[in-house]
């Protein structure tokens, strides 16, 4: 089968690799779609974030199937302990596959393991024909989603844990500084949770359009200052919960512009702050600030296995997309044909304003 094998930092080609045979507790899956992440365009290029040393001691010992994390895949074949998916099934992968044998996992914490298994990372991924996952890291699709929307189904599972751990409460007014995917899809998982109003942040004129289609009210920072606007929106209060949603290089915690600065600046008293963006580099912190306005800056854990006994995060956040609860297509705005695709979509996932891109690109095998 053919499958993307990456040889250095920037470096690939679509290579002939032997077909995997799924073992025991695995799923063997025909692989409909793959979409990029940030963070494997970044590691792609060599860039030094989360999980760089991973990569590159995979790299300095030879070609490596590298990335593919987020997909649709359709069931082929079951290995024989697994009894919970069949043929025909289409799945994507929602969290990362814990040990099981650490002090964490065996006290029931697996989304606090610290040996955790990154598919695409520690195993090949999905920019393959074919790709053998365990099943416990897999989650079927109902009916009615979309190829398109499964292979973009796993930072929404990551967006509800994110929320879930967001103390909002009924009537609240929850600000989203930044609608990219994830800041959108946390902007209407805080509407399912109840919060009064939902005030998104952006400087893109189109992600506004459809943040207010969806019934949040839109802030446009370079035409007004978000944190007078959401002042005003809220009697000069600020907003109960807020959602810094941008992340990537910023200076100042509490002065200027930065988006965490427009966060903090923008909270009430006694509100939260909530980390969804992944900061780079080092940012000046003023912890007096938090300390007078009492902020808890929360930094969710990430992961998305547990939700409740009757829905794990990722079957939840399936079924919100299946019934139009929630949308995910409306940021799938760039697909492309087959494997040999795959620097051209990490181009465009890594330059969206470039390239008039909500999401990141997906490739369709
Ligand atoms: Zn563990």
């Not at 100042?252 to 965490?260: A, F, I, N």
């Not at 009492?294 to 829905?311: E, K, R, Y």
């Not at 139009?324 to 330059?351: C, P, Q, W």
Request: aromatic share 6%; hydrophobic share 40%.
């Amino acid at each position: 089968m053919q499958a993307v094998v990456c040889h250095d930092f920037g470096e690939w080609s679509v290579t002939e690799v032997p077909e995997p045979t799924p073992e025991a507790n695995d799923v063997l899956l025909s692989i409909e779609r793959v979409q990029l992440s940030v963070t494997e365009c970044n590691l792609y290029y060599g860039n030094e974030i989360a999980h760089y040393e991973a990569i590159r001691d995979r790299l300095q010992s030879g070609s490596a199937r590298l990335f593919g994390h987020e997909f649709c895949g359709t069931v082929v074949e079951t290995g024989a302990s697994v009894d919970r998916f069949e043929s025909g099934d289409r799945v994507y992968a929602p969290g990362k596959i814990p040990c099981h044998s650490c002090q964490q996992c065996r006290t029931g914490f697996e989304l606090h393991c610290p040996d955790k298994t990154y598919i695409g990372y520690d195993i090949p991924g999905a920019l393959a024909e074919y790709a053998a996952f365990p099943a416990e890291a897999l989650c079927a699709v109902p009916d009615g989603v979309s190829d398109a929307e499964t292979a973009a189904m796993q930072p929404l599972a990551s967006a509800q844990l994110t929320v879930d751990e967001a103390p909002i409460d009924s009537g609240d007014v929850v600000a989203v500084v930044g609608t990219g995917v994830m800041g959108f899809q946390c902007a209407q998982l805080a509407m399912l949770r109840g919060a009064g109003d939902v005030i998104v942040v952006d400087v893109d004129p189109e992600k506004l359009a459809i943040a207010e289609r969806h019934g949040l009210t839109a802030i446009h920072a370079a035409e007004t200052d978000p944190v007078d606007a959401i002042l005003d929106l809220t009697n000069g209060i600020g907003a109960d919960v807020v959602f810094e949603a941008v992340g990537g290089e910023q200076n100042d915690s509490t002065g200027g512009s930065d988006p965490l600065a427009q966060a903090f600046a923008a909270a009430r008293t006694g509100a939260s702050v909530v980390q969804v963006g992944y900061i780079i580099g080092e940012v000046a912190f003023y912890p007096r600030q938090l300390r007078s306005k009492s902020i808890d800056w929360l930094n969710p854990v990430t992961g998305a296995t547990a939700h409740t006994p009757n829905a794990t995060t990722g079957e939840h956040v399936a079924k919100l997309v299946a019934d139009g609860r929630v949308s995910i297509d409306e940021y799938v705005t760039h697909e492309l044909d087959g494997l040999d695709n795959f620097e051209k979509a990490v181009e465009i996932t890594m330059h969206k304003d470039q390239y008039g891109a909500r999401g990141p690109a997906q490739l369709i095998l």
